[in-house]
C-alpha cells in the first residue's frame, strides 16, 4: 500500500540485478506502462519504510486519478462502498464522545452514513484492528495535534480501542489544552493536543491593554508539549480562516511587527512553515514517526455545493467536481519542502464525497431554535461518530504498520 510522502526526502530502492537476463525486455515493458500511467506526475520510493509517494501539482484540484499509484494500490485513491459491518463501534457503549459529534444520541433520525467503507481502487485496506494496534503501540504514545477535526479522529480512536477492551482498565483525562485515554494493560497513550494554528498563541500587553497575538514565527510554546511522544499526527486549516468573533486572535506577530490582518492563505502558509522548521530542527524522525493529515473539508460554503442538512448519501465515483480547498494546496507544498520524513495522509478527497458524514443540526451545541435553521446553524465542518473520523483511523492504521 501507498502513503503520499514528499518525494523530496525520499530514498531510492537499492538497484537490484535481475537473476535472469531473459526478464529484461518485460521489466522494461513494465516500467514504460508505469510511466505512462503517472503522466504529470512522479514515483518515488523509501526503500527502509515501504512508502511511496506522488508528485501532484499543487495548482490543479486534485482528483483520485490525478494520484499516481507506485504500487498499484493508493489507499487514498478509491470510492465509498455500502457495508453493513460497519460501524466498528456502538456510539452507546463510547463513554468518550463529545456532544457535538454524538449525532446518534442528538436524535439524527438515520444512521446509514455509518455504514460505509472506503475501498482503495486496487486493494483492500486493511480493517482497523484495535488489540494489533495497540500491541504495536506497548508502552508508547500516540499524539494527535491541532484543532477540533483532529479531536474529532483522537475521540475516535480512543472508541475504536476502547470497544476492543471492555473488561480493560482504560481511562481519560481532559484538559484545555492536552487530553489523553490511557490503557493501562499495555500502556499506551492516546493523547490530542489543541493547537489550531499549530504556532503559539500568547497574551500580551499592546497599547495598554491585554490582547491575544498568533506569532506566525514561533511554535516554541506548543513544541514543548510534542517532545516525547512516538507518534504524532498533525493537522491545521480551518482556523486560519475565522473572521469577527470566531478569530481566535487581535494580532499576528512576525519579528517584531504586528499586524492587525494579513491574507489568510499567507497567514497560513507562514505559520505552517514555521512548523514545518521546527520539526526539522527539533524531531529526531529515526524514533519518532511525523504525520500531517490533509485539510478535512466543510460541506457549508457555496463553493462546496451548498449545505450538509439532509444530505444522506456520499457521492457517487472518486472524483469530486467541486472547489478544492486552497488549504490542502499549501499544506502539500510546504510538507513537500522539508527536510524530515514525514507522511502526508491525503484525506481531502475521500472527505469531499462525504458530504452526509456531517453532524449538521444534531450537535449538543444547537438550540432548539437553532435546529429551525439548518441553512444558517447546520454544522457541516465536524463529523458524526461513529463515521468519517473512523476511516481516517483505519487508513492511518495501515499507514503506520502496513505500508
Not at 85 to 107: A, H, M, R, T, V
Not at 144 to 156: A, E, P, T
Amino acid at each position: 500500500m501507498a502513503v503520499f510522502v514528499s518525494s523530496r526526502f525520499q530514498k531510492s530502492l537499492p538497484h537490484q540485478r535481475p537473476a535472469i537476463p531473459v526478464l529484461l525486455p518485460l521489466l522494461l515493458l513494465f516500467h514504460l506502462f508505469l510511466a505512462h500511467s503517472s503522466v504529470n506526475s512522479s514515483i518515488s520510493y523509501e526503500g527502509d519504510r515501504g512508502i511511496s509517494s506522488a508528485k501532484l501539482n499543487p495548482s490543479q484540484n486534485l482528483t483520485m486519478s490525478d494520484v499516481a499509484i507506485g504500487t498499484r494500490c493508493n489507499i487514498f485513491s478509491g470510492h465509498w462502498v455500502h457495508d453493513l459491518s460497519y460501524p466498528l463501534y456502538d456510539w452507546s457503549k463510547c463513554p468518550y464522545i463529545d456532544g457535538e459529534f454524538n449525532c446518534q444520541k442528538n436524535g439524527r433520525p438515520d444512521s446509514d452514513y455509518q455504514k460505509w467503507r472506503w475501498k482503495p481502487s486496487y486493494c483492500n485496506l486493511r480493517r482497523f484492528n484495535a488489540l494489533d494496534l495497540l500491541q504495536k503501540l506497548r508502552g508508547k504514545t500516540l499524539m494527535f495535534v491541532g484543532d477540533s477535526l483532529n479531536r474529532d479522529q483522537w475521540q475516535s480512536m480512543t472508541c475504536l480501542l476502547h470497544a476492543a477492551l471492555p473488561q480493560g482498565r482504560t481511562y481519560v483525562v481532559s484538559g484545555d489544552t492536552l487530553s489523553s485515554f490511557r490503557s493501562l494493560d499495555y500502556g499506551v497513550t492516546v493523547s490530542f493536543y489543541r493547537a489550531p494554528y499549530l504556532v503559539d498563541m500568547v497574551t500580551t500587553t499592546v497599547q495598554g491593554q491585554q490582547k491575544v497575538v498568533l506569532r506566525l514565527d514561533s511554535a516554541e510554546i506548543n513544541g514543548r508539549g510534542w517532545r516525547g511522544a512516538d507518534i504524532l499526527v498533525f493537522n491545521s486549516g480551518h482556523w486560519w480562516t475565522h473572521t469577527g468573533n470566531l478569530r481566535g486572535w487581535d494580532y499576528l506577530q512576525e519579528g517584531n511587527t504586528l499586524y492587525t490582518s494579513m491574507d489568510f492563505m499567507v497567514a497560513y502558509r507562514k505559520g505552517m512553515t514555521t512548523w514545518a522548521n521546527w520539526i526539522d530542527s527539533n524531531i529526531d524522525t529515526r524514533r519518532t514517526k511525523v504525520l500531517f493529515r490533509s485539510f478535512s473539508p466543510s460541506h457549508s460554503s457555496t463553493l462546496n455545493g451548498g449545505n450538509c442538512y439532509s444530505e444522506k448519501q456520499p457521492t457517487a465515483g472518486n472524483s469530486y467536481l467541486g472547489a478544492y480547498p486552497p488549504q490542502f494546496q499549501v499544506a502539500e507544498s510546504v510538507v513537500r519542502a522539508m527536510k524530515s520524513p514525514v507522511s502526508f495522509l491525503n484525506v481531502t478527497t475521500l472527505s469531499l464525497l462525504r458530504q452526509d458524514a456531517h453532524p449538521s443540526i444534531y450537535s449538543n451545541d444547537l438550540t432548539v431554535g437553532q435546529r429551525k435553521n439548518p441553512q444558517r446553524y447546520a454544522d457541516c465542518s465536524h463529523w458524526c461518530l461513529p463515521g468519517l473520523p473512523d476511516i481516517w483511523n483505519e487508513l492511518l492504521y495501515s499507514a503506520l504498520f502496513y505500508p
